[in-house]
């Protein structure tokens, strides 16, 4: 049997193959995408994700490409002088330069993987600055901000908009989508599907600004898009099967507290045995920071390199470290379609091939 652990694109849950082979049979694969079996679609997916992650009903989601593409759009249509960011690792830093080439004014603080963004640093005067930006979970540092962060930084907004980053948390972790007005993600992440389909939630107030900023230069500027969900459709030529695909997911999953319940209890123990019983010890120390759904170690990079292959030889394909980490840590996702079969694997992988 073999075992996928990498962060993303990530293990797909097995029911996946089923799921394609009905689509293909109910002639999803060829549906017009403005049609009533299309929006029918489209309606009842979005119910399902509103009742099944508990995203307020009065927020409007709409479907992208991608989470990048997420970053695209509120750049465009929510951020008409600057964005301010908060971030620790490259995911982060990528979400301002991309806010940078196109509003240059965009600023940006880092800060540490052991430490908490400092909401001290926010203007005294928010009316300059449009949307605060936050990356919930960074998966290239495998860190995380708990939901008191972001209350603190919700709290301190003023006029400004904040948008979160959560493509490696949302429907893994039990997010406060109330606390924040923009909420983006992929679905190749913890909602155990192909990549390929993007997700952004928005709140009443980031539609009434982006109303109000009216922007329409670009083919996925938010007010054409808003007002085309307002039929269940898309504003372009939508991802048909990746939504359907969603739709049989959040179908047959349970509701995001016991999932994410599940997923805390499991890296609680992950992290606890590899602290204390492997030649690795977590990326990560400080409890408050470090990722519930990606789980980082490191060592030197001879003995990563030696585990990574070792590993694969058994059958568990193992997340390599990002950018400046790449040789000397390893990332395990910790996702809802790993089986805990998997992570028993891991585990008794580690306890015969290095025993303490």
Partial sequence: MTYTFNPGPAAVYPAVRQ???????????????????????VRQTVTDLKTKLNIPQEYTVLFTGSATEGWEILTQSLTPRRSLHFYNGAFGEKW??????????????????EEVPDVRLLPADMAGTDLVCLTQNETST??????????????RMGPALLAVDATSSMAGINLKFVKADAWLASVQKCFGLPAGLGLLVLSPRAVAQAKEIGEKAHYNSLVPALAQMLNHQTNYTPN??????????????????????????????LYEFFEQFTPLTPLVTNPETRSTTVI???????????????????????????GDLKATTLRIANFPAVPDAGMAALVQFFVQEYPA
């Fill in 142 to 155: 495998a860190t995380q901000l708990r939901e008191g962060i972001i209350l603190n930084f919700h709290n």
């Fill in 240 to 269: 048909v099967l990746g939504i359907y695909l969603l739709s049989r997911v959040l179908t047959d999953r349970e509701p995001i507290k016991a999932v994410s319940q599940h997923l805390t209890d499991r890296a609680q123990k």
């Fill in 296 to 322: 980082g170690l490191q060592g030197p990079a001879p003995l990563i390199e030696e585990i990574r292959r070792k590993a694969l030889e058994a059958g568990l394909y193992l997340g390599s470290g990002y």
């Fill in 19 to 41: 799921y394609l082979l009905d689509a293909f049979d109910e002639g999803w694969l060829s549906a017009p995408h403005r049609s009533e079996r299309v929006t029918a679609l």
């Fill in 96 to 113: 301002l330069k991309y806010a940078q080439a196109q509003r240059p004014a965009s600023t940006g603080h880092r800060f540490g993987l």
